[in-house]
Each structure stands twice: as C-alpha cells, then as structure tokens.
C-alpha cells in the first residue's frame, strides 16, 4: 500500500463450490432472439502441486464452444492475478449445460470464483452479463434487453450490465433500451459493473481489496 505495507486476504480451506446463473441470448433458426438464464457451478481451491489445472466439464459433446472455454480460462487467470497469484496455486472448474458459445459470462465467472476462494456465498437475486477484459475491466456484449427480461423472470433483482451499456441496443427492434429503466419497471435494480471488483460486490456484497 501507499505504506509500503501490505493487505492480507485469507483464502477459504479446502474446494469450494458456488453457482452463478449466466445469461445469454438464444439465436438461429429463424425464430425471434429471446433471452435465457441457466447455471454454471464452479469450484476453485488452493493447489500446492505446481500443475495448471482449469477443468470444463459438459454434458454434451461440444456443448461448450470454444468462446466459452476460453472465458473460463480469462476467469481463471484474472481470479488469480487479482489475488496474487500464480495459476499453478489454483484449481478451477466450470461445468454447464446444453449448447452455449460467447464469453459474455466470463465477468460473472470470475467474480464466482472469487466468491468461492474467498469463501464467500453469491446472492441468488444476482447476476450480471460482460466479458472478462484482461485488465481486469468488464467488456461490452450485445443482447443486453433479452438477457435482462429473462433474468427478472426468474426472479433476480439486482442486474449488473459493463461500464457505458445503460443505453444497450434491442437486438430484435434495433431501438435503444435503458436498461435502469426496463429494471425498475420490472421491480429490479440494474447496476454499472466497471471491473472485476464492482463485479465481486455485486455477486456477494463483500469488498474486495485492491
């Protein structure tokens, strides 16, 4: 710190396992876009044997595409990097079901696995949508109006969404939607998520340490 001391975060004992629901947009068929939520359960934990061990597990044979997958891995490198860590201290799986492709749940993973290495529970009237930057910042994604509506139907009330998307365009009416205001007509809170910190708030109500 500005003291030349140092901030000590204690790491919770053993695996952990939580549960984020990712949002996503179903697309094809010549049917109208809608939205979708589905579970991703994650674990992480301390690693004393040296190995990269990041685990992705599917129940259907290339379920998960590659965009996907490689949101796991940005998750699981920012995850540690945000802790002071190396990749080969940590252990990380992901398993989710179905066909889904993007990184627009990378952001929600990687505060889930934070969650879970710091032994924290994630709230379930949350979730967010954005990509995992590198830098740790939360990137922009499209389909923010469907993926919102099909989270406040099953019942999440506070909705996180990347720094400058309140205005997010209607993939199906091509109009701008705020999304503050399609939240609160919904009885629902959407929230500007800038980084994986804001992102680790959002998903646990707990601060974490910069």
């Known amino acids: 710190d500005d003291h030349g001391g140092s901030t000590v975060v204690p790491l919770a004992a053993g695996e952990r396992r939580v549960t984020v629901d990712s949002l996503y947009v179903i697309t094809g068929g010549g049917a109208t876009p809608t939205g979708g939520i589905g579970p991703v359960e994650l674990t992480a934990a301390t690693s004393k044997d040296g190995q990269v061990r990041v685990g992705i597990f599917e129940d259907v044979s290339g379920g998960l595409g590659p965009s996907w997958r490689a949101g796991v891995w940005t998750a699981s490198l920012i995850a540690a990097d945000v802790l002071g860590k190396d990749l080969t201290d940590l252990t990380f799986t992901a398993a989710a079901s179905g066909r889904v492709d993007g990184a ?8 889930g696995y934070l969650a879970a290495l710091l032994g924290h529970d994630v709230a ?4 967010m949508t954005g990509i995992m930057n590198p830098d740790g910042t939360i990137g922009p994604v499209g389909g923010i109006p469907q993926k919102f509506e099909a989270a406040i139907a099953k019942g999440k009330k506070r909705l996180g969404y990347p720094i400058g998307m309140r205005m997010a ?32 708030t959002l998903l646990t109500g707990k601060t974490l340490p910069r």
């Open 169 to 200: 365009t209607d993939i199906v009416t091509g109009e701008e939607v705020d999304l503050v205001e399609l939240a609160k007509a919904h009885g629902a809170e959407a929230i500007e998520i800038a980084d994986v910190y804001a992102a680790v």
């Open 124 to 127: 379930t009237d949350a979730t």
């Open 104 to 111: 627009s749940a990378s952001g929600l993973m990687t505060a």
